[in-house]
């Protein structure tokens, strides 16, 4: 059984930053293209960042591009997002996903095929 766990959100102010993990279990972690979603109340789930098996390549959505940084250790089978200069416009619920596919910016949900259960960050101003 394939699990993907976030955690590390909470309640911060603007400015701050917050390191996102995400373990995964079930799955032969260093096959998979790892990637982050976000998703805000009343909103469609949006593309953060991808990250490619290796760790060595990435790919993140213009806003966010400066401000947030995706790593891997393949090791601990954990995926990360490093958030700094976080805005309000940021808070949503973050979410992991994997999949098979190469890794190139992968900006659709349905192009990953398992997902975590999510973790909620908000910024207040």
């Known amino acids: 059984q394939v699990q993907l766990v976030e955690s590390g959100g909470g309640l911060v102010e603007a400015g701050d930053s917050l390191r996102l993990s995400c373990t995964a279990s079930?799955?032969?972690?260093?096959?998979?293209?790892m990637g982050w979603f976000r998703q805000a109340p009343g909103k469609e789930r949006e593309f953060v960042a991808t990250?490619?098996?290796?760790?060595?390549?990435?790919y993140y959505v213009d806003s966010v591009k400066g401000r947030f940084t995706t790593s891997r250790d393949n090791a601990k089978n954990t995926v990360y997002l490093q958030m700094n200069s976080l805005k309000p416009e940021d808070t949503a619920v973050y979410y992991c996903?994997?999949?098979?596919?190469?890794?190139?910016?992968?900006?659709?949900?349905?192009?990953?095929?398992?997902w975590g259960q999510g973790t909620q960050v908000t910024v207040s101003s």
């Open positions: 996903a994997a999949t098979t596919a190469p890794a190139r910016p992968l900006m659709g949900p349905s192009e990953y095929k398992y």
């Open positions: 079930g799955l032969a972690f260093s096959a998979y293209t």
């Open positions: 990250i490619s098996w290796r760790g060595r390549s990435t």
